[in-house]
């Protein structure tokens, strides 16, 4: 009896377990909660949120009418750290198949099991979903260890690719709990195929090869030297020398190299015949070369730029187009600006000061527009930039092409714009904002960007096959050339992009905030920015090897004062980077702005440097009204510009006068070096007649 009982309640039990087995196949849990294959990190006693992507089972049909909720907790090692309710609908009516789960405190360094309990409300027993994730939790001072070594390494050894390529190593390695290997994988399949498989990433890189390949035809094909020729028939004083070289080197914007090379190789003819030093027309070629080419939309940098602005753009600016991000900066860009507005003072009141001061003055009294000891270099030239020996130089070759990519990008930007604030009002119910401000905010700016560079390589290859001016042949070799120039942008770009994912995984920009956030003041973040930035580009030679490190520390902390902030921010990394690209001598414009002018590289840097420190500090000290909210960015702008007035004209002394020089203990100095180059050349002489004697 005891026997048969107990086969009655086994087998009762086995039914049971057997029926628990075929409910749970008919009934599933609801849904499935999938987190990244990427490790988790956390900091110690920092917040963060834990994202997941829910699969939802085909057999769960809940009424969409009843909006059910998504009830979660979060066990930290079985201890019940938080919960909370989200909404299982979106407002298109589908099941959300992105979640974020948090934010998470954790606490303690160390390994921690983190578990995710999650029900729809209401029937907890039926539709429990648990998931389980380890979370690394590491102190907040290793999370910037990589981002320090990355700046160390491009300072000490001038090399940005190798830097950035070792900081996401490094950052990977951490990620991965010390394990070597697996970082480096990490960096191969993981971050830098991650970047470029982004849309938003190739387009950039396409457009910018595009451009660089047109502008590389343009070159060859004459365009830009008959523009630059054209100009230079006016040429009859010296100071209308001035007006035309700055004139040209502001017309030929869309890539630093190409400004420089064509406007001094092509202008330094003219400028001899009426007596302009070396020194000033590179001081004219440099400025109007890297100044413009940063501010404006259309240019070889905004490729760049704009990824930059779109990689490290705060939460708070989410749904914010990164190209009209850019454009709002422009005026807030003062550095470049007041570069721009310096020169056109200098050469407005005839005046020079320093160094430049003693060269002009040389040129103009005693017709010597370089150094004794330069006179070599009168006879050289840059061979880049140049056009194909014997073609035809027409300036309009350059002006059409040119004209029709600006005409496709703002037609791009209206008709992508229009399409997609449509598309808004019928299939999200937004009001229809057909505005010029609503239109150009919902436009395509990387596609419009793509397709005009597109565009114009296509017109540039139709005008000049047309003209019968170079072969298809030539054309393509040129047009290749020019992306092959490009190419180590592109490699920087593309590590940049792998730095700021890793940066992201560490938390860097949340331990920055956390730590200086509320010891310093958002108003003075931009000139501080802008100071760091000089420095680093300075040291390193590069600006856009100076963007990809100070962006992921820069905006973070802007980001606390607001949107005027990031924006002034935005610019002061920009301008910052430049500064470099126009005062250091390891900077590749300025030994190209050099070499393309006929000076030496230390003539150029030192009669460079008094001017382009003085628009520095200034921008510096303007950048702060309108950090702290005084007046808006332009503002400040507009307030330079009178203040730059002042110091050309109170600092500078009048090159045709005899007045002394403010600086006179400058003149003393370089009147003291040229008796020193004249003894050496005597005694060199002497010595080569005694030679010859014997």
């Given at each position: 009896m005891i026997l048969t009982s107990g086969v009655r309640w086994f087998t009762r039990a086995i039914l049971a377990v057997n029926l628990i087995r075929t409910v749970s196949a008919v009934f599933?849990?609801?849904?499935?909660?999938?987190?990244?294959?990427?490790?988790?990190?956390?900091?110690?006693?920092?917040?963060?949120?834990?994202?997941?992507?829910?699969?939802?089972?085909?057999?769960f049909l809940p009424s969409v009418d009843d909006t059910p909720l998504f009830t979660y907790q979060v066990l930290d090692d079985d201890n019940r750290i938080m919960g909370d309710s989200i909404k299982a609908i979106d407002k298109k009516g589908s099941f959300i198949s992105e979640v974020e789960f948090g934010p998470i405190v954790f606490?303690?360094?160390?390994?921690?099991?983190?578990?995710?309990?999650?029900?729809?409300?209401?029937?907890?027993?039926?539709?429990?979903?648990?998931?389980?994730?380890?979370?690394?939790?590491?102190?907040?001072i290793v999370s910037i260890i990589p981002l320090a070594f990355v700046l160390i390494f491009a300072i000490a050894f001038r090399q940005v690719i190798p830097a950035l390529w070792l900081g996401i190593w490094l950052a990977s390695t951490i990620?991965?709990?010390?394990?070597?290997?697996?970082?480096?994988?990490?960096?191969?399949?993981?971050?830098?195929?991650?970047?470029?498989?982004?849309?938003?990433?190739?387009?950039?890189?396409?457009?910018?090869?595009?451009?660089?390949?047109?502008?590389?035809?343009?070159?060859?094909?004459?365009?830009?030297?008959?523009?630059?020729?054209?100009?230079?028939?006016?040429?009859?004083?010296?100071?209308?020398?001035?007006?035309v070289t700055l004139l040209?080197?502001?017309?030929i914007f869309f890539d630093d190299y190409a400004s420089v090379l064509i406007t001094g190789n092509n202008m330094r003819i003219?400028?001899?015949?009426?007596?302009?030093?070396?020194?000033?027309?590179?001081?004219?070629?440099?400025?109007?070369?890297?100044?413009?080419?940063?501010?404006?939309p259309i240019s070889s940098w905004v490729g760049m730029e704009v990824a930059l602005i779109q990689q490290y753009l705060p939460a708070s600016m989410n749904g914010t187009d990164a190209f009209e991000v850019f454009v709002s900066s422009i005026p807030a860009q003062l550095f470049p600006w007041y570069i721009l507005v310096f020169t056109v003072f200098l050469i407005a009141f005839k005046k020079d000061f320093g160094p430049m001061l003693y060269a002009e003055r040389r040129a103009a009294q005693e017709g010597k527009v370089v150094r004794d000891s330069e006179a070599h270099l009168l006879t050289s030239e840059s061979s880049e930039g140049i056009a194909k020996p014997g073609i035809p130089l027409r300036w309009w070759n350059a002006v059409i092409p040119l004209v029709l990519m600006v005409v496709a990008v703002v037609t791009g930007l209206f008709v992508t714009g229009k399409m997609e604030a449509i598309r808004k009002h019928e299939e999200d119910g937004e009001p229809l904002d057909l505005s010029i401000n609503g239109i150009v905010g919902n436009?395509?700016?990387?596609?419009?960007?793509?397709?005009?560079?597109?565009?114009?390589?296509?017109?540039?290859?139709?005008?000049?096959?047309?003209?019968?001016l170079m072969s298809l042949t030539e054309m393509l070799s040129s047009w290749l050339?020019?992306?092959?120039?490009i190419i180590e942008s592109a490699l920087t770009l593309t590590f940049a992009w792998g730095v700021g994912a890793a940066m992201e995984d560490l938390r860097v920009a949340q331990y920055v905030v956390s730590g200086l956030g509320e010891n310093l003041n958002p108003g003075c973040v931009p000139a501080l920015v802008f100071l760091f930035s000089c420095i680093i580009s300075f040291a390193t030679g590069t600006s856009w090897g100076t963007m990809p490190i100070v962006f992921p520390l820069g905006l973070p902390l802007a980001a606390i004062g607001g949107s005027h902030v990031v924006v002034l921010t935005i610019a002061a990394i920009i301008t910052g980077s430049v500064f470099g690209d126009m005062s250091t001598p390891i900077s590749d414009t300025t030994i190209l702005s050099s070499v393309s002018s006929g000076v030496s590289l230390t003539s150029h840097?030192?009669?460079?440097?008094?001017?382009?420190?003085?628009?520095?500090?200034?921008?510096?000290?303007?950048?702060?009204?309108?950090?702290?909210?005084?007046?808006?960015?332009?503002?400040?702008?507009?307030?330079?510009?009178?203040?730059?007035?002042?110091?050309?004209?109170?600092?500078?002394?009048?090159?045709?006068?005899?007045?002394?020089?403010?600086?006179?203990?400058?003149?003393?100095?370089?009147?003291?070096?040229?008796?020193?180059?004249?003894?050496?050349?005597?005694?060199?002489?002497?010595?080569?007649k005694g030679a010859l004697k014997d």
């Open positions: 599933p849990a609801p849904a499935r909660i999938i987190f990244d294959d990427r490790p988790i990190l956390a900091i110690d006693g920092l917040p963060r949120s834990v994202p997941a992507v829910i699969h939802w089972s085909n057999n606490s303690g360094v160390g390994i921690h099991n983190l578990t995710i309990v999650a029900a729809l409300q209401g029937d907890v027993e039926n539709s429990k979903v648990i998931q389980s994730r380890q979370v690394r939790v590491i102190p907040g990620l991965y709990g010390g394990n070597a290997f697996a970082g480096f994988l990490a960096v191969l399949d993981k971050y830098l195929l991650d970047a470029l498989v982004d849309a938003d990433h190739i387009q950039i890189i396409l457009f910018t090869w595009f451009l660089a390949g047109m502008i590389q035809v343009i070159i060859r094909g004459g365009g830009a030297q008959g523009l630059a020729q054209q100009f230079g028939k006016v040429i009859k004083t010296r100071w209308s020398a001035q007006w040209v080197g502001v017309l003219a400028t001899d015949l009426v007596h302009l030093s070396h020194e000033k027309l590179a001081f004219i070629v440099h400025s109007t070369g890297s100044a413009v080419v940063c501010l404006l436009g395509n700016s990387y596609g419009s960007l793509l397709y005009a560079a597109f565009s114009g390589s296509v017109v540039v290859f139709i005008l000049y096959g047309a003209q019968r050339e020019g992306i092959r120039g840097v030192t009669s460079n440097l008094p001017y382009v420190l003085t628009c520095a500090l200034l921008s510096m000290i303007m950048c702060l009204p309108a950090g702290f909210g005084v007046w808006p960015n332009f503002v400040s702008l507009l307030a330079g510009i009178p203040i730059l007035a002042l110091l050309a004209f109170v600092l500078g002394t009048k090159v045709e006068s005899s007045d002394r020089s403010k600086f006179w203990f400058i003149e003393r100095y370089f009147a003291r070096r040229k008796r020193d180059e004249q003894t050496e050349e005597l005694a060199l002489s002497d010595s080569e």
